[in-house]
């Protein structure tokens, strides 16, 4: 395992993607967006999720690129699902700044600002082969999209 440790720049260019928008986002956050009633045990997840996350994906240089395969088509759709996740950022931006907008779903997809990384991290954890991310990002991912599901639930009624 310790020869699979190193910096992974593929890992920090995803966390730019993830993490500009979402820096952008503070300042244009919906109107109507509350927090107050977000699920503890979900919470926890999702932080350490977070936590955990964000120092895999940057410490193993498995996920870097060292040779194009057929192995590559991993990286490939998960790189996809990050540019999609980009497109979904610039439709709420150029929207009017509401909830309704910020969880409007994407080809079925649903809370697509969730789900999308979520999915990109998990198939990027299959790409390196890294079971570590692969936990991470679940635990992530239970938090993170469980808490845009009640949000959107809330609006709905």
Wanted: charged fraction near 10%; hydrophobic fraction near 55%.
């Amino acid at each position: 395992m310790l020869g699979h440790l190193g910096f992974s720049y593929v890992g920090l260019v995803y966390l730019l993607m993830l993490f500009i928008p979402n820096l952008i986002w503070t300042n244009n956050q919906a109107l109507d967006y509350h927090t107050k009633n977000e699920n503890k045990v979900l919470s926890v997840f999702e932080k350490v999720g977070q936590v955990l996350v964000t120092c895999v994906v940057l410490m193993f240089k498995d996920f870097n690129i060292n040779r194009i395969s057929l192995w590559s088509i991993w990286l490939l759709i998960s790189f996809l699902l990050m540019l999609i996740y980009e497109l979904c950022w610039i439709r709420y931006f150029l929207s009017e700044p509401t909830e309704k907008n910020f969880y409007r779903s994407l080809f079925e997809i649903p809370v697509p600002l969730a789900s999308l990384p979520v999915i990109a991290f998990l198939i990027l954890g299959i790409y390196g082969k890294v079971i570590w991310l692969i936990i991470s990002i679940i635990i992530l991912g239970i938090g993170h999209i469980g808490i845009h599901l009640q949000h959107l639930n809330a609006i709905k009624h």
